[in-house]
C-alpha cells in the first residue's frame, strides 16, 4: 500500500504565527540493543521551497531511497544536523535524558553555523526534548542541556513524521547516519551482524548475544539475552527490521 506524503501545514502554521525558523526534529535508535541514539534535526523558514519528491518517513523508504533522498533534504532545508548519544551515556542516563542530550547537540551543530530554531516540531506526545529543570519538580544530571541558552519552543505532533515533511526529512538524515556508524562498527564486531540489523533485536544478533555477550557498545542497562533466557525485548523492533510496510 502506498503511503501518503508528509505535508506543511504545521510547518506553515508556525511560520506565520510569528515563527522563523521552524525545525523538525525525530529519533532513531531508540528501541536498539546496540550503538547510539541519534536524533536528526532539520530546518525550514518562510522562503522555503517544495520538498524534495519522494520524501516519507525514514521507516517508509527503502535504504537506497533514503539514501537517494540525503542530498535532496539538505538542499531542501535550510540547515540540518544529527547527534548522538552513546551506549554508556543511554546506560548512565537513561533513554530520555540520552534523547534529549543527542538532540541538544544536533541543535548545537545548527548553532555553531548560525543557525538557531526559535520552535521545534517533535513526533509524539511527549516533549521529550525541554530539560527537566525547566519543568516543576523535576531535574536531571546529564550534562549538555542547553546550559549556555535557553531551549527553543516544543510543538508536539503525534505521528509527526508521518504527517510533517520537516520531521520526516530529519527522520531521513537521522536514519542513514545512525546505520551508517553500524556499518562501519561491524569490522570490529562482526559476530552481531550489524552491517544488516543495525543493532536491533535480529535473530543473528540475539543468538551472538547469547554466545559471545555483549560488547562495548551493547547498552548494558537493556534487558540483554543470555545463554538461560529468551529476551522480551526481542519482539521489540522499531520498524527497521518488522515485515510489511517497514523498510530495513
Known amino acids: 500500500m502506498r503511503s501518503s506524503p508528509p505535508t506543511r501545514m504545521l510547518e506553515r502554521e508556525l511560520l506565520g504565527a510569528g515563527h522563523h525558523l521552524v525545525a523538525g526534529m525525530d529519533e532513531v535508535g531508540r528501541g536498539a540493543l546496540a550503538g547510539p541514539v541519534s536524533v536528526g ?14 520524501l516519507r518517513d525514514s521507516k517508509l523508504l527503502r535504504p537506497e531511497m533514503r539514501e537517494k533522498l540525503q542530498a535532496p533534504i539538505r538542499r531542501w532545508c535550510l540547515a540540518g544536523a544529527v547527534g548522538h548519544a552513546l551506549p554508556a551515556e ?46 516543576p519538580g523535576l531535574s536531571t544530571t546529564a550534562p549538555g542541556l542547553f546550559t549556555d541558552h535557553a531551549p527553543p519552543v516544543v510543538r508536539t505532533q503525534v505521528k509527526a513524521d508521518l504527517r510533517c515533511a520537516v520531521v520526516a526529512a530529519a527522520s531521513v538524515l537521522a536514519k542513514c547516519e545512525r546505520d ?69
Open 41 to 54: 534535526v532539520a530546518v525550514v523558514d518562510a522562503s522555503t521551497g517544495r520538498m524534495p519528491a519522494g
Open 90 to 135: 543511554i546506560d548512565r542516563f537513561g533513554i530520555i535524558a540520552a534523547l534529549r542530550l543527542a538532540g541538544t547537540r544536533a541543535l548545537t551543530t545548527l548553532r555553531e553555523t548560525g543557525v538557531v530554531p526559535d520552535v521545534v516540531i517533535l513526533d509524539g506526545s511527549h516533549d521529550w526534548l525541554t530539560p527537566p529543570g525547566s519543568q
Open 180 to 248: 551508517a556508524m553500524m556499518v562501519a562498527r561491524h569490522p570490529e564486531y562482526p559476530a552481531f551482524g550489524w552491517q544488516n540489523n543495525k543493532g536491533y533485536s535480529a535473530p543473528e544478533h540475539l543468538a551472538a548475544l547469547r554466545e559471545h555477550g555483549p560488547c562495548e557498545e551493547h547498552r548494558r542497562s537493556w534487558a540483554l539475552p543470555t545463554g538461560e533466557e529468551p529476551m522480551a525485548q526481542a519482539l521489540f523492533i522499531e520498524g527497521e527490521l518488522a515485515g510489511g510496510t517497514r523498510a530495513p
